[in-house]
């Protein structure tokens, strides 16, 4: 049985990811263009799958949020996940999001960024988000900016990585 809805927008259901999501996550993660800007490389196993499931359950326990199973509500078809995920070694709360490109450029990054940055400073009562890309990432900047979030600065991610793009929106007084 699939978890109950987190998040509804106008085309997307967000909802906590579940085992019956290991195919589905096998497709997105092991697409060698899906990951291209991700920082790390395709996953190939079913049990690399099921511990990226685990690990996203455990940070719902844990904050009380993570990235989401995303799909369609017409046809219940999955394109991908999104949502928020602590970052630990920076004290941070990041928007991100992660799709299967058959569902690229219609607006459901933007849609799903728009819906969960309202519910974590309405519902969660965070107070800052932030998302990072890298810069060879123009759609994903782009989904950044037309969610309003505004260009903080250039910096590394990892000690002695490349610069990537940081963006933050900050929760309106």
Not at 96 to 121: D, M, S, V
Request: charged letters at 30%.
């Amino acid at each position: 049985m699939k978890p109950k809805p987190i998040l509804e927008t106008q085309r997307l259901i967000l909802r906590e990811l579940c085992p019956e999501d290991a195919d589905d996550m096998m497709r997105l993660h092991s697409h060698p263009v899906v990951q291209r800007y991700t920082g790390e490389g395709v996953i190939t196993t079913p049990e690399r799958i099921r511990n990226k499931i685990a690990e996203k359950q455990a940070d719902y326990r844990k904050y009380g949020y993570g990235r989401w199973a995303t799909v369609l509500k017409e046809g219940d078809q999955f394109v991908g996940w999104s949502g928020l995920a602590y970052l630990p070694e920076f004290d941070e709360v990041d928007v991100g999001y992660r799709f299967l490109p058959e569902f690229w450029g219609q607006g459901l990054a933007t849609e799903a960024t728009r819906a969960i940055l309202t519910y974590a400073f309405n519902d969660l009562k965070l107070q800052r988000i932030v998302a990072i890309a890298m810069k060879e990432n123009i759609a994903s900047i782009r989904v950044m900016e037309k969610a309003g979030m505004q260009f903080e600065k250039n910096a590394p991610y990892f000690p002695d990585g490349e610069d990537l793009v940081w963006y933050n929106m900050v929760k309106k007084i």
